[in-house]
């Protein structure tokens, strides 16, 4: 199959599959997923004022101090042109889901075959946790858009040696950092695994990392600037920094998922302390577990939820959102002192798996009703997929594709770095998977080659 026939064919099973998600996911649009509600609100003022703020109508401007800019504005440019519409936004990260299935497609026509690269981009096209996030309002689908077109144009860098595609490449991992901060320091791990992937010609890829980082730094300097003018912080998120993710993490560790959610739940709909305790007691009770820490969970999670609920003027909420931040790094710290080993280890295994291989890309109002065997069957195949990837980064660097493999490499434990000792949700891991998926489709590819092999030379020779 020629090159355009391959691409037009993985584009159109990316937008179909998409298309099922859309419809599949629409009842759970405006019940379920709270965080997209921010996400459109920032959007639509955005829009609507040119302010990006969550105050439209206060006389004063109230900076926004959670969100970075970048998908708050792709939500905008969308209702600009097309009007207020969460379709409208999912058909357009529907778009996206497809060029990122281009995009690895293209990526693995360099490294290995035309037939092994289609298969490539018709994996990540039938992967569904991709198209099942790319249906709602949530900065994911951008981001691995992004992430993955920044692996595009480095290693396209990387091989040609242009300072153009090094500029361009540090001016795509800017954009990437600014919809989700936590990929800020990406661009120091790429630069890394480059200059180990070839020890000559090193004076070439000094120079262009050095293009690269100063192109990162010029476009994010702007939003830093933002934020050391209203908050007095050099920061990529004043009220969205380590703190909350590091309390989750301290009772992820500790808490089943849905008992955790259930607790969470009860904290935040009965103020009444009192009668939160006997609901929390009950539960103890009805799944056999100490009420302890169940206790502590939801105090700590109530106290600390009321710095920022409480005070009603724009200003001081967002304040507070900050100094909430920071209450949640204190006793997330407090917590970790209690079992520092413990948790260490809780973090490394349980941490890793729900990063990795804990994607169920049912509708979220129907993941309580499936059974644990069920839950099971889909995270098997999570599992198998990311022991594969690590037998296709060998592949590929015996190869001597060791640019692509080394900065694949980079990627993922660029993520796990960031996110396995902090909080895992199996969606942070989703912009490195296209890149997970190529590795595995590589590595498919190798064993069945060697199979054939095995096989063919195990018949008999006949000779006349």
């Known amino acids: 199959m020629s090159r355009r026939r391959s691409s037009l064919l993985i584009a159109l099973v990316a937008a179909a599959h998409a298309a099922i998600f859309i419809a599949y996911q629409r009842p759970d649009w405006n019940t379920q997923w709270t965080d997209q509600n921010g996400y459109l609100m920032l959007g639509r003022i955005l829009a609507q004022t040119g302010r990006y703020t969550r105050f439209a109508n206060t006389p004063l401007y109230v900076p926004e101090a959670i969100r970075t800019p970048v998908y708050p504005a792709f939500v905008a440019v969308l209702d600009l042109v097309f009007g207020e519409s969460h379709l409208v936004i999912a058909l357009a990260q529907a778009v ?15 490294v290995t075959s035309e037939r092994v690269a289609m298969a490539a981009g018709l994996v990540t096209a039938l992967y569904p946790p991709l198209p099942y996030i790319s249906a709602l309002v949530l900065t994911e689908t951008l981001t691995t858009f992004l992430v993955t077109a920044a692996m595009v144009l480095w290693l396209r860098a990387l091989r040609d040696g242009s300072l153009r595609w090094f500029l361009a490449s540090g001016l795509v991992c800017a954009a990437t950092a600014l919809t989700r901060p936590a990929f800020q320091l990406l661009p120091l791990f790429l630069v890394g695994a480059s200059l180990l992937a070839t020890p000559d010609a090193r004076w070439l890829r000094y120079r262009g990392g050095v293009v690269m980082l100063a192109a990162f730094f010029i476009a994010i300097v702007p939003w830093l600037a933002y934020n050391a003018v209203y908050f007095k912080a050099v ?51 009805r799944s056999q577990l100490p009420a302890e820490p169940m206790l502590r969970y939801v105090h700590q999670h109530q106290d600390i ?20 931040d920071h209450e949640y790094l204190r006793v997330g710290l407090e917590n970790i002192r209690e079992n520092p ?28 009703r499936l059974s644990p065997l069920a839950i099971r069957a889909i995270w098997l195949p999570q599992v198998g997929l990311m022991l594969l990837a690590t037998w296709g980064a060998v592949v590929l660097w015996r190869s001597g594709a060791r640019d692509e493999a080394l900065a694949i490499a980079a990627l993922v434990l660029y993520v796990a770095a960031v996110h396995t000792p902090l909080y895992a949700e199996a969606r942070y891991s989703l912009p490195a998977k296209p890149m997970i998926l190529l590795l595995a489709t590589v590595a498919v590819a190798n064993l069945v080659g060697r199979f054939r092999h095995a096989s063919e030379s195990a018949l008999p020779t006949v000779t006349s």
């Open 341 to 368: 080993v413990r948790h260490a280890w809780r973090r490394a295994v349980r941490g890793t798996f729900l990063l990795w291989a804990s994607e169920i890309p049912v509708r979220y109002s129907d993941i309580n």
């Open 96 to 110: 996206l889901f497809a060029i990122i299935c281009l995009f690895v497609y293209a990526i693995a026509r360099s």
């Open 235 to 285: 920061t990529f998120s004043p009220a969205g920094g380590p703190g909350r993710q590091l309390f989750e993490g301290t009772w992820q560790v500790q808490l089943p998922g849905r008992l955790e959610t259930e607790l969470t739940a009860l904290a935040d709909s009965t103020p009444d302390r009192a009668t939160l305790d006997d609901r929390v007691r009950a539960v103890a009770a």
């Open 305 to 324: 939820r009321k710095i920022w609920t409480e005070p009603t003027d724009p200003w001081e909420r967002v304040s507070s959102r900050i100094a909430a």
